[in-house]
């Protein structure tokens, strides 16, 4: 599991990265732990852990949320926020935690796996910087509906179920929505065709979505399986590792039900009225020459 000496900063270099109050002792600050609305764990034999927030320009980022979950992320259990100098502080019980750091959609959200230790000393966590995500970047409240669907569905909603030593999903959020962009794209192209964005698509055909996206995630994870396989052989031992065969069978199975699925509801989709008479171009223009049209 990850500790703070895995990460590169230290107090002084992160000290160095954002401007702090000189002379500033964190006996000062802790003061402001009983201040704080955000609940916290208030049993004295807790830790006291602290950390700090920065932004793309590394920054200190005010108002960030720092958020203590159990470990499969399924209960969010501390929560505070960074102050002015982007420092946070907070006292929790000795344990593993699942951390997640956030602002608001204009930046990344991060998230790691941390050990809380039992010390009686201050437990300091290393600095966490939030990106900035263009428009064109950000993941929209639809889109994390579908990451979440994928999870579940690609068993990829447990970061320790994969690889203890480094805690992580298999895909990346934004992986997740490029499979359920490519998936709805492909719907959209099958005849009847459709030019359904993926926040305006009918609640009947979400389950589509997610099939298919799930389709293009085993066949993207097949193919990075594929450069990793090798065959070992030392003193009668044989290692065969060959799991592309595993992700290309899951999603031969999935495609086929969404094939069907596909064509089921595409066959059986009515186009809205309106759309049968809405012209292609903004308007038709008929000229004074007998029997010629013309599209201006």
């Given at each position: 599991?990850?500790?703070?000496?895995?990460?590169?900063?230290?107090?002084?270099?992160?000290?160095?990265?954002?401007?702090?109050?000189?002379?500033?002792?964190?006996?000062?600050?802790?003061?402001?732990?009983?201040?704080?609305?955000?609940?916290?764990?208030?049993?004295?034999?807790?830790?006291?852990?602290?950390?700090?927030?920065?932004?793309?320009?590394?920054?200190?980022?005010?108002?960030?949320?720092?958020?203590?979950?159990?470990?499969?992320?399924?209960?969010?259990?501390?929560?505070?926020?960074?102050?002015?100098?982007?420092?946070?502080?907070?006292?929790?019980?000795?344990?593993?935690?699942?951390?997640a750091f956030h602002k608001d959609d204009l930046y990344d959200e991060v998230g790691y796996i941390m050990i809380v230790p039992q010390t009686d000393a201050v437990q300091e966590f290393p600095t966490v910087r939030l990106d900035f995500n263009p428009p064109e970047f950000r993941i929209t409240p639809t889109e994390k509906y579908y990451i979440k669907c994928l999870r579940a569905l690609l068993r990829d909603d447990n970061p320790n179920a994969w690889d203890l030593d480094e805690p992580g999903y298999l895909y990346k959020d934004d992986q997740l929505v490029i499979f359920a962009h490519l998936a709805l794209n492909d719907v959209n192209s099958y005849p009847r065709k459709t030019n359904y964005a993926l926040n305006e698509i009918p609640p009947q055909w979400r389950t589509l979505v997610v099939l298919g996206a799930s389709v293009f995630g085993l066949i993207s994870r097949g193919i990075l399986e594929n450069q990793n396989q090798f065959d070992y052989s030392d003193s009668g031992l044989t290692l065969n590792i060959k799991r592309a065969d595993h992700y290309r069978s899951s999603s031969d199975a999935i495609f086929q039900k969404y094939v069907e699925a596909k064509t089921i509801v595409k066959a059986h989709w009515k186009v809205a009225p309106y759309a049968l008479i809405r012209p292609s171009v903004p308007f038709h223009v008929r000229s004074y020459a007998p029997r010629q049209w013309r599209i201006r």
């Open positions: 599991m990850p500790t703070k000496d895995d990460f590169p900063e230290n107090i002084a270099e992160r000290d160095n990265v954002v401007s702090h109050q000189p002379g500033k002792e964190f006996a000062q600050t802790e003061a402001n732990l009983n201040l704080s609305p955000h609940p916290m764990a208030a049993d004295d034999s807790n830790i006291l852990v602290r950390g700090m927030v920065v932004d793309e320009n590394n920054q200190a980022l005010e108002g960030a949320t720092v958020a203590f979950w159990d470990q499969l992320r399924g209960k969010r259990l501390y929560v505070t926020q960074t102050e002015r100098n982007g420092e946070w502080f907070l006292r929790v019980p000795s344990d593993q935690y699942y951390l």
